[in-house]
């Protein structure tokens, strides 16, 4: 499908992308995104018994020398869903940002002076990580093209 005003569908955002440098992305609200179109073969990729229009890039080129190109558009975001590494598809309403994905380094503690004794003793088990979605998907409908999109 390709990327123009009017056109309806859905897009594909990682996690890793999101937790990198992603805004939080707010249903019902407009949002100036960057997309390419997705390859016709869908093998791997999570959500792929869904059918995925676009993907939605923070770093993405395009492809090998910028072959797809990137299209920066203005677009109602329709529908949140997340998707789980089983293929679970569960409906929200915002991707979380950066903010929210990244836990913010601990402090360093304040270096101890001549002399003094510190004794410290901590159990901290080992806990699971806290299951998160591995990416997201958009129902969009774009706006306004914006153009193409370099980095």
């Given at each position: 499908m390709d990327i123009t005003a009017r056109a309806v569908g859905r897009a594909h955002l990682c996690d890793w992308e999101q937790e990198c440098c992603g805004d939080p992305i707010v249903a019902g609200a407009i949002h100036e995104l960057v997309l390419v179109l997705q390859p016709p073969v869908q093998?791997?990729?999570?959500?792929?018994?869904?059918?995925?229009?676009w993907i939605l890039t923070h770093h993405d080129d395009g492809g090998p020398a910028g072959s797809t190109p990137l299209r920066r558009v203005r677009?109602?975001?329709?529908?949140?869903?997340?998707?789980w590494p089983t293929g679970r598809l569960a409906?929200?309403?915002?991707?979380?940002?950066?903010?929210?994905?990244?836990?913010?380094e601990p402090e360093e503690e304040a270096a101890i002076?001549?002399?003094?004794?510190?004794f410290t003793a901590a159990y901290e088990p080992v806990l699971?990580?806290?299951?998160?979605?591995?990416?997201?998907?958009?129902?969009?409908?774009?706006?306004?093209?914006?153009?193409?999109?370099?980095?």
């Open positions: 093998t791997d990729r999570p959500g792929s018994r869904t059918a995925i229009d677009a109602l975001v329709r529908r949140v869903h997340e998707v409906e929200i309403d915002r991707v979380p940002g950066h903010a929210d994905l990244v836990a913010p002076g001549e002399g003094e004794v510190v699971p990580e806290t299951p998160r979605p591995g990416g997201w998907l958009l129902d969009l409908e774009i706006l306004e093209d914006l153009g193409p999109h370099t980095w």
